[in-house]
């Protein structure tokens, strides 16, 4: 299609995002979603909330309400921060928004290890900026590279994302690992995005009171069940506070999310059974797929299958005739074309998922 009005060059490399496919009466296992979706007391203090006139849907989001939000997480990660250390935005895709819009501009450099969640390389180039990729080790457990990482590493990097767990391979980075990149790259900003924290064993949070060069990006859209209502917060070094406030959308989390995420953190029995299922379905998961593909290590609310010698649009066609979406991993950079992403479901969603792969890889 013609362009009337030339658009920014920057977004020539740009692929639009892809997301896990939702089709209509399937299984969705392709988003990393909560199958039990929001706490219910969640969605009573939304309709209450609203009912009774303490939600005002008239006016803007409210700074007590966004204040309220900062003490629940500062209390949920329990860490001796202050509340000037938490930023509030539209899910970490939001706060990652923010964060690129302050770090990156032209000439400057982001590193990536791939595969990875790709909205990272789409927003340093919108921004301006030059990815450069670093290939996680291919080996049992997709770990990073450090040396060559740290390698790659000039006055020109600002940021380096780390996911971890890292989607879509499931792994973690270790602490003494991030603490050797963190001290390597003093004119860069570390970014662990720790949506899938929740699943996994530890946090690395404590690092944001040890150094001033890193930050922490946390999720309600996992573990929390709130993937629709789009809130996330990271946990940042204080001087970082100032520069996130001048640059962020004012009221970029809507007031029905900031209750629900309020709501959410306190109901903290919901939190404790969705993280429940997953550490007992991964491993159900896990060990009958083994049998017939290579399964890596998860800590995430996912497990990552290398289904070779079929081909991941193989299986995930073979999947989808049976109504069951998961990710085909394909359009991660440097996946290769053998790799599926499957959120762990309920047990009866699993059993569903392992019989129609039993069948294909017979
Ligand atoms: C590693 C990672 N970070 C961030 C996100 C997006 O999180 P949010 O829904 O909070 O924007 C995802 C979503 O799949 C993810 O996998």
Not at 24 to 48: D, F, M, Q
Not at 68 to 84: F, P
Not at 201 to 228: C, H, P
Request: hydrophobic share 40%; glycine share 6%; proline share 6%.
């Amino acid at each position: 299609m013609q362009v009337p009005v030339p658009v920014s060059p920057s977004l020539e490399e740009v692929e639009e995002y892809k997301p896990g496919k939702l089709v209509k009466g399937a299984i969705k296992l392709s988003s990393n979603e909560n199958p039990l979706g929001p706490s219910p007391k969640v969605i009573r203090e939304i309709v209450e909330s609203i009912e009774e006139g303490k939600l005002n849907l008239s006016v803007y989001p409210w700074g007590r309400k966004e204040e309220e939000l900062r003490d629940e997480i500062l209390s949920y990660i329990s860490l001796g921060v202050v509340k000037e250390n938490i930023v509030i935005g539209a899910g970490v895709d939001g706060v990652l928004d923010t964060l690129v819009k302050i770090f990156i501009a032209d000439d400057v450099v982001a590193l990536i290890p791939i595969p990875t969640f790709s909205l990272y390389e789409s927003l340093v180039k919108i921004a301006g900026g030059t990815p450069r990729y670093i290939k996680r080790k291919r080996g049992k457990d997709f770990s990073i590279p450090v040396k060559e990482l740290i390698s790659s590493y000039s006055e020109r990097t600002r940021m380096i994302f780390i996911s971890s767990p890292n989607n879509p391979t499931g792994n973690c980075i270790s602490e003494d690992e991030v603490r050797e990149i963190i001290e390597s790259v003093p004119a860069a900003m570390v970014v662990i995005d720790e949506a899938y924290v929740e699943f996994a064993d530890s946090s690395l949070v404590k690092l944001v009171t040890e150094y001033a060069n890193v930050l922490i990006l946390r999720t309600f859209s996992k573990a929390f069940g709130l993937a629709g209502l789009r809130v996330g917060y990271a946990v940042i070094p204080e001087w970082l506070a100032s520069p996130y406030k001048k640059v962020s959308m004012p009221f970029s989390v809507n007031s029905i999310a900031l209750t629900a995420a309020i709501a959410a953190l306190r109901d903290k029995e919901h939190l404790r059974r969705s993280v429940e299922l997953v550490k007992h379905e991964r491993p159900f998961l896990e060990e009958n797929l083994q049998r017939f593909f290579t399964v890596y290590p998860s800590k995430a609310n996912f497990v990552f299958v290398d289904v070779s010698p079929l081909k991941s649009y193989e299986v995930y066609d073979a999947l989808m005739k049976k109504g069951i979406t998961v990710r085909d991993c394909s359009s991660f950079r440097g996946a290769g074309d053998s790799l599926i992403r499957i959120t762990v479901g309920t047990r009866e969603q699993n059993e569903k998922v392992v019989d129609v792969l039993k069948g294909i890889s017979l």
